[in-house]
């Protein structure tokens, strides 16, 4: 075949093998179908892991009792004990290594949550007992009054 | 060169087979992948239950995830959120879901309108997350494998491979995808997986204080999310787009969307 039909045919051809070659550098060696089939389970195996290597923030509040054995035994005893510690103070993360004490919010808000009155009576929230923020102690915050840990203190 | 007709038939009929023939034919599959191919490999497929009717909106659920998952907390993006259905006498249905639900549903007014108690015949709280579909269309558009089905269920992200196109925000009909605002790639919920792969539940389950969510393992029939799935009646959001979701809902009303 003449010369000037090849010299372009060996650039493609070039060419083409030099995307390969970066391909085979640049995908990671756990590409590949690792599940159901192409359309699914197309992906790099790593990616799993890596969440997996997400750290855990809330632990769970089992293990508070150790140290905060008083409010543990006050929150257990009231209508409160289905509510986590943390829902009110935050992830425990490594406390109390770090961080090495939980903030305290005394803010209305966190408990109007769920003692905002509201008239929705196919709700399950008709059943707790419920106040109108703006006529209930306006401004004053709910812990001067009640205890957070067991309100029937 | 000579060909004689009989050959060159005989050599197209050859071409022709083989270049039918796709590449994958001559991969050999292990035992272990064929059968993950065909069933869907391993004993845990994760599966979620909503019991709208334990639900009062208390929003701990999506300020645990925040915290958990580190979405912004500020940022108006959220891997799960609480909406609140109103239904009144006329027959309109008033939705609203401020920040999410983050901070809870501590006021009246839906959205911008106050609504008179006596006008309202039905009113309750709807949790929603990721689906986590056995057809998910999300992943389906995903023109570079960032996102994927794992063997256990769970749909993924790999944030290292996301080019941000935003292509399986859009494919989502439950619309909980998202684009995170620092890695800049596509971002929904993962079933906490790095919870459940340490045999915890999720931030939000355990959030909860009433109950009203849960996840187990549909493949174990002992399992009392799969036990309760079997046994009540329960729905799923927008069947008819055929994704197969795998979030049940107890005590769904027609009007949630």
């Known amino acids: ?153 | 060169m000579s060909c004689s007709r009989r050959d060159l038939l005989k050599k197209a009929m050859c071409g022709a087979v083989a270049a039918s023939l796709p590449l994958t034919m001559f991969r050999f599959l292990s035992p272990a992948q064929a059968q993950a191919a065909v069933a869907g490999s391993g004993k845990v497929r994760w599966g979620f239950l909503v019991d709208t009717r334990k639900c009062v909106g208390c929003g701990f659920c999506v300020k645990a995830c925040k915290m958990e998952n580190e979405v912004p907390y500020d940022a108006p993006v959220t891997r799960t959120w609480v909406e609140r259905y109103v239904v009144t006498r006329d027959g309109k249905t008033h939705i609203d879901s401020p920040l999410g639900g983050r901070d809870g549903f501590v006021s009246q007014k839906v959205g911008e309108e106050t609504i008179p108690p006596e006008e309202i015949t039905k009113a309750f709280f709807v949790p929603k997350l990721c689906n986590q579909c056995d057809n998910p269309a999300c992943v389906q558009v995903c023109p570079v494998g960032a996102t994927f089905q794992t063997n256990d269920g769970v749909v993924l992200i790999d944030r290292t491979w996301c080019i941000g196109c935003g292509y399986c925000i859009m494919a989502c009909p439950y619309g909980v995808r998202f684009f995170h605002p620092i890695y800049k790639v596509a971002e929904k919920c993962t079933f906490c997986y790095h919870r459940i792969s340490k045999g915890m539940v999720t931030a939000c389950v355990q959030a909860c204080p009433f109950g009203a969510r849960r996840i187990g393992n549909l493949k174990d029939p002992n399992d009392p999310v799969t036990r309760a799935i079997m046994t009540e009646r329960v729905a799923v959001l927008k069947d008819e787009y055929g994704t197969k979701p795998q979030v049940f809902y107890i005590g769904l009303d027609s009007n949630v969307r």
């Open chain 1, 1 to 153: 075949m003449k010369n000037h039909v090849l010299r372009p045919l060996w650039v493609a051809i070039a060419f083409v093998a030099l995307i390969f070659l970066v391909r085979h550098f640049m995908v990671p060696k756990d590409f590949g179908i690792h599940g159901r089939n192409f359309t699914y389970g197309f992906y790099r195996l790593g990616a799993i892991d890596d969440w997996k290597a997400i750290p855990v923030k809330y632990r769970g509040m089992a293990g508070c009792g150790e140290c905060h054995e008083d409010k543990v035994a006050e929150h257990q005893k009231g209508p409160h004990h289905i509510i986590q510690c943390e829902n009110c103070h935050g992830p425990a993360l490594a406390h109390p290594d770090k961080p090495e004490t939980l903030p305290i919010d005394r803010d209305r808000g966190l408990c109007l949550r769920c003692h905002a009155g509201l008239p929705y009576p196919t709700s399950q929230r008709a059943n707790l007992p419920a106040i109108d923020p703006d006529k209930h102690n306006p401004g004053a915050p709910c812990v001067e009054c009640h205890n957070p840990h067991n309100p029937e203190m």
